[in-house]
């Protein structure tokens, strides 16, 4: 077994059943404290995957969004609500990825005037984090099905656009389903090495391949030959930038951690507008604990998860979008990237409830 691990960070090693005797002996040899939090990974994984055949998805009544989709499901269903919802859906490409795919976005909202501001919501910039898609899924339900008999949502449809983009990474995405649960990069081939994939989440032109990127493109945090050198992160940079004056927030859906984080990522410091951003974010945690009691830590990237530079959150942040949060949702590590789907309906019922009161904060005045 050959694995690296930086020292003073924490890691996911998986390991086939036979090498544990192996490696567990010299973990306690080398003084490295670990948990074995699944012992039988494989077994987990399969039966997610038996789930898949049972499933009915044709139409957009009879769509579950109580289970995980692959991306040509999530495709058809975007592909569906244009046509059935064109009173409040739009369905457009920013561009292609790296292996063709069209990196399709849908906007939300009643066209009742020719400006509003806008919130952008992405998810699955990490291909294995596949609640993160299932959230984006389930907030546009939501705001379908509820537009008429929530006054708060109707507000919000009417007041604001939302650019929803429920899988950035489509490539990865689609890798994770047909050949590694596990993968978290793009699919952008190198080279020199054979590894694949850049980290489109440290990819960013802020701070590019500082702390917490590597330079090195086996690493799962892979930085990228140059800032913007994957298509997708490119040309969602290219439709934000155009659209700064109009965004006003930005929110990236993660797993795992419970957590709620706003920037800086890349540095230890205090963003100029904290004051409304700190309390945007502290009654979106206690709106999401109202649900269920589960509690969500909030605070600066930096130091309520860890430092890392090239982030989407802080170069929206420096592009002028003024609110930029990123969500890491459940659980804390327990299931980790394998959240059964039995927790899809609770873990997005209670996120909701944070977007839903960030994005009310936005339409009153925080001076």
Not at 312 to 319: E, I, N, P, T, V
Request: with cysteine; net charge positive.
């Amino acid at each position: 077994i050959i694995f690296h691990i930086s020292a003073g960070t924490v890691t996911d090693v998986h390991v086939p059943g036979n090498s544990s005797q192996i490696l567990l002996p010299y973990l306690q040899q080398a003084n490295i404290k670990y948990t074995i939090i699944i012992s039988d990974l494989q077994k987990v994984i399969e039966k997610q995957s038996g789930l898949r055949s049972f499933r009915n998805r044709r139409s957009v009544p009879g769509y579950n969004y109580e289970v995980y989709h692959s991306l040509e499901e999530i495709q058809s269903w975007m592909y569906r609500l244009n046509k059935t919802h064109s009173d409040l859906v739009h369905m457009f490409a920013v561009g292609k990825s790296y292996e063709g795919r069209p990196l399709f976005v849908l906007k939300l909202g009643k066209r009742s005037r020719p400006y509003k501001r806008a919130v952008w919501i992405d998810c699955g910039i990490h291909a294995r984090e596949w609640i993160g898609p299932a959230f984006c899924q389930w907030f546009v339900k939501e705001a379908l099905q509820t537009y008429q008999s929530d006054p708060a949502m109707r507000r919000m449809l009417n007041q604001l656009y939302f650019y929803i983009m429920p899988v950035f990474n489509v490539d990865g995405y689609h890798f994770s389903w047909t050949n590694d649960r596990f993968w978290r990069k793009t699919r952008s081939k190198n080279s020199q090495f054979r590894c694949h994939g850049v980290d489109a989440n440290r990819n960013w032109k802020v701070k590019w391949c500082d702390e917490g990127a590597s330079f090195h493109p086996c690493d799962d945090t892979y930085c990228g030959p140059f800032p913007e050198s994957e298509p997708e992160v490119k040309a969602v940079a290219h439709f934000l930038r155009k659209r700064r004056k109009q965004i006003k927030a930005y929110l990236s859906f993660h797993a795992y951690a419970q957590m709620l984080l706003y920037p800086y990522s890349y540095k230890y410091a205090t963003i100029p507008n904290f004051s409304c951003v700190e309390s945007a974010a502290y009654n979106a945690v206690n709106a999401l604990q109202s649900a269920y009691g589960i509690r969500y830590r909030y605070g600066p990237a930096s130091s309520t998860l860890y430092v890392s530079s090239g982030s989407s959150m802080d170069w929206a942040y420096k592009s002028g979008i003024p609110y930029a949060f990123a969500f890491e949702l459940r659980d804390t590590g327990h299931f980790g990237f394998l959240l059964p789907e039995t927790l899809i309906k609770p873990t997005c019922t209670e996120t909701m409830l944070a977007v839903k009161n960030i994005t009310m904060h936005l339409l009153k005045k925080c001076h």
